[in-house]
């Protein structure tokens, strides 16, 4: 027992000691600056190494039985190159499956073409599309410092938010797209880190499926212990529906400070762990007045799963400004407009968000339903052949004319 009890002890200190040591070798803000080591380092891929030791500390030990994890392997696990510099978060009984067996995940044609489609999808989303998309929101940002005629701004205003959650997609997933493809084609099998993140109806649904490895990991490590240790001690009926909402508010707001180490991300951390609270409450609150079941009738709803795809979007987007800009940046771009004219700016959004995303669940939708005797004619052998050829042709023909590189990937940084 006593055992057990300093063992359980280490394990609070070593975490403390580790978060610790990645708070202060990033430099976040309130530390005070004579703390820091004054002398050139870099800390690329620093974070996914933070997350993967956590989780190897977390998980070492399970009562009496401890997992033993050999020096080797650990440096392999913690510096897997595949995943070093942005991820995605591989779990430590994930890697032994694929690299310490016998057996490696099979590698055949039709696999290897998978990972050639998938290469060439990656590359077209981060040289092309991100590429596009960075240079019309930049321009959109210079808009809003100039003197104009007024439906201008109003569009350069639409254009500032609307287009830098569509930048990040493209530019961190079609990352994850290469890297995924280039390790598969290695036999090792890494978690997915995107699931359509668009098509999320709700806030929550939107963190399930965006940079799902990031959030799975703050759920495993945050959400549960935190919600698990609130019910042990507080028995209250009426209040323990509302305990997840204050647990969904804590982890989402350490995932916003995650992302960086300036008073932005406070805000942005705030704002998230907002959004997705209220969103829980808002879930809560409804179950109570209009019973589970009609509740879950009206979540299937088309209309209502339309409508609430538009607001995810849109405070998706008006969190991400204390993501891409700084203090002074922030100021300048809100001043540019009126409180009332935001307001009509946010509604249009919202608006179009809604009607577009709500099209594009349409149309994909009448597109698989199109079937040959093998399956949906989309995601055919020969449909993927050409879509591939396609993406690659323009890749290549974009890259050559614009003579400019693609974007940097934005999750290095963290």
């Known amino acids: 027992m006593a055992l057990e009890h300093g063992w359980a002890r280490l394990m609070v200190w070593s975490i403390l000691a580790i978060v610790f040591a990645y708070v202060w070798l990033k430099k976040y803000t309130f530390l005070p600056e004579q703390s820091f080591l004054h002398f050139p380092y870099f800390t690329l891929g620093l974070s996914y190494i933070f997350f993967r030791v956590l989780h190897l500390l977390i998980e070492s030990g399970d009562g009496v039985e401890k997992r033993h994890v050999g020096f080797g392997v650990y440096l392999l696990y913690t510096l897997n190159f595949t995943t070093f510099v942005s991820g995605p978060i591989q779990r430590y009984d994930d890697f032994v499956r694929d690299q310490l067996t016998n057996e490696p995940p099979p590698l055949n044609a039709a696999i290897v073409g998978l990972q050639l489609e998938r290469l060439v999808r990656g590359f077209f989303k981060v040289n092309v599309l991100a590429m596009f998309l960075q240079a019309y929101q930049q321009d959109a940002i210079l808009q809003m410092g100039e003197m104009m005629p007024l439906n201008l701004k109003l569009y350069a205003a639409a254009r500032l938010f609307a287009l830098y ?52 990991w703050f759920k495993s490590y945050v959400y549960n212990p935190l919600l698990l240790a609130l019910m042990r001690r507080i028995s209250s009926l009426t209040i323990e529906p509302f305990l997840g909402v204050f647990c969904f508010f804590v982890t989402f707001f350490l995932v916003g400070i995650w992302h960086g180490r300036t008073s932005q991300f406070v805000i942005y951390g705030l704002l998230t762990g907002l959004g997705v609270s209220v969103n829980k ?53 809100f001043a540019a407009l009126s409180p009332a004219l935001w307001l009509g700016v946010w509604a249009a959004i919202w608006l179009s968000a809604t009607i577009l995303l709500a099209l594009w669940e349409i149309t994909r939708a009448a597109l698989l339903s199109l079937k040959t005797s093998d399956g949906p004619m989309l995601t055919s052998r020969y449909a993927r052949v050409v879509y591939a050829s396609a993406l690659g042709l323009a890749a290549l023909f974009f890259t050559a004319l614009l003579s400019q590189p693609a974007p940097g990937i934005v999750y290095k940084a963290f």
């Open 165 to 216: 959650p569509l930048f990040l997609y493209c530019n961190f997933s079609g990352y994850i797209d290469l890297v995924i493809a280039i390790a598969r084609l290695m036999r090792i099998t890494l978690p997915e880190n995107f699931n359509r993140s668009f098509s999320a109806a709700c806030v929550i649904d939107f963190w399930s499926q965006w940079h799902m490895t990031l959030s799975s």
């Open 281 to 333: 409450l808002w879930q809560v609150a409804l179950t109570q007045a209009m019973g589970r079941k009609s509740y879950k009738n009206l979540a299937k709803n088309p209309a209502y799963r339309a409508f609430g795809r538009g607001l995810n979007f849109s405070w998706f987007a008006f969190t991400l400004i204390w993501f891409w800009g700084d203090s002074k940046e922030i100021h300048g771009i």
